[in-house]
């Protein structure tokens, strides 16, 4: 005889998409890395045993199984990646990384209206329903764990903010002790 056991498996139809970020969980459903591990006690919802009593037959005892667990469900993450941007982006990145030869990269797309992160990329990537074909380095969020000195892009960010509080126009000469700038 053959006995089939039913087991839960979570599916990622867009795959690779995002994959880093959403992270993926392992074949218990515990969360391993990205969004699914850092959520994970939010996700799973409260565990509980439930003994359930068996007459001398075998026959279950009546229990209403169902019954009072609705509020251990676990709760829902909601996203603001945008599939559409999420893919462009990383496009975008793929082809930045080719034409420099590099060994990995990453970006974020962010509404700067509401703080939004409409994307957020990390190359190479990996496929959340295989993920074990692929090298635990590939599973990182670049964005996230690595540190990146932002350099001069600061000087840009601290301008901005000196037009913004009409500290400055565009015509203030700013002497940074190397010359003269407008």
């Known amino acids: ?21 959403m992270g ?13 591990l850092k959520y994970e006690p939010e996700l799973a919802g409260e565990r509980i045993s439930l003994q359930i009593n068996r007459d001398a037959r075998g026959q279950l005892i009546h229990h209403d199984v169902n019954s009072g667990f609705d509020n251990l469900k676990g709760k829902s993450l909601v996203l603001t ?7 462009m982006v990383e496009m975008e990145l793929e082809k930045a990384i ?18 939004e992160i409409l994307a957020m990329a990390s190359l190479p ?3 959340p329903n295989v993920f074990w074909r692929y090298p635990a380095k590939n599973y990182s969020n670049r964005n996230v764990t690595e540190l990146i000195e932002p350099g001069s892009i ?4 601290v301008l901005a ?7 400055v126009d565009l015509n203030t000469i ?9």
Do not use: W
């Open 1 to 21: 005889g053959a006995i089939f056991i039913g087991e839960k498996k979570r599916y990622y139809p867009y795959r690779e998409l995002a994959a880093n970020a």
């Open 81 to 87: 990646i945008d599939k559409q941007v999420q893919y």
């Open 125 to 127: 990537n990996f496929n």
């Open 174 to 182: 700013i002497d940074c002790e190397q010359g003269q700038y407008l």
């Open 161 to 167: 903010a000196a037009l913004s509080d009409s500290a």
């Open 24 to 36: 993926f969980i392992g074949h218990d459903q515990i969360g391993l890395s990205g969004l699914e």
């Open 154 to 157: 600061m000087k840009a960010v």
């Open 98 to 115: 080719l034409e420099n030869g590099a060994k990995g990269g990453a970006a974020i797309a962010m509404d700067p209206k509401t703080g």
